[in-house]
């Protein structure tokens, strides 16, 4: 098997398995998951939540979450932080694609590649990992059913 066509089923594998860790999200309007993989190990996991302490509830009385809710990608990085691992060289999946202020963290801890499911209504967060140089790569996992 080609290594693209490996990193691709790879690639699927670990987006789904994003996708099932966002389920642990208690938030109400969208729940997103991330997956943080280096050398073919889980190194740290993540879903969009209140912190550690608070109550389980995301959205306010109006349905808009609440400003403290952390993203996925920025609790998986939290996470690697209190850790002995590293995140350099490190891929991570997250069922949508960062925003901006989750992009300057993927750039700032050395994770040098980014697998997303959907697109956030806005852009601005892949444009900032591309000009970073960290590569980019949608994978939609309802067009074809592949592996």
Not at 120 to 130: M, S
Request: aromatic share 6%.
């Amino acid at each position: 098997m080609n290594e693209n066509r490996k990193q691709n089923i790879l690639d699927r594998r670990y987006l789904r398995m994003a996708r099932i860790w966002a389920e642990n999200s208690y938030c109400k309007r969208r729940q997103v998951g991330a997956l943080l993989v280096k050398d073919g190990a889980i190194i740290s996991d993540g879903f969009n939540g209140t912190p550690s302490g608070f109550e389980n509830v995301c959205e306010d009385e109006n349905n808009a979450s609440k400003p403290y809710v952390l993203h996925a990608e920025a609790n998986a990085i939290t996470k690697i932080a209190r850790s002995s691992q590293n995140s350099d060289g490190a891929t991570l999946y997250v069922t949508a694609s960062p925003c901006i202020d989750c992009a300057k963290l993927i750039i700032q801890c050395g994770i040098s590649r980014v697998v997303y499911g959907e697109n956030y209504r806005l852009d601005d967060g892949i444009r900032l990992l591309q000009r970073a140089g960290i590569e980019t790569c949608y994978v939609n996992l309802d067009d074809d059913g592949q592996q």
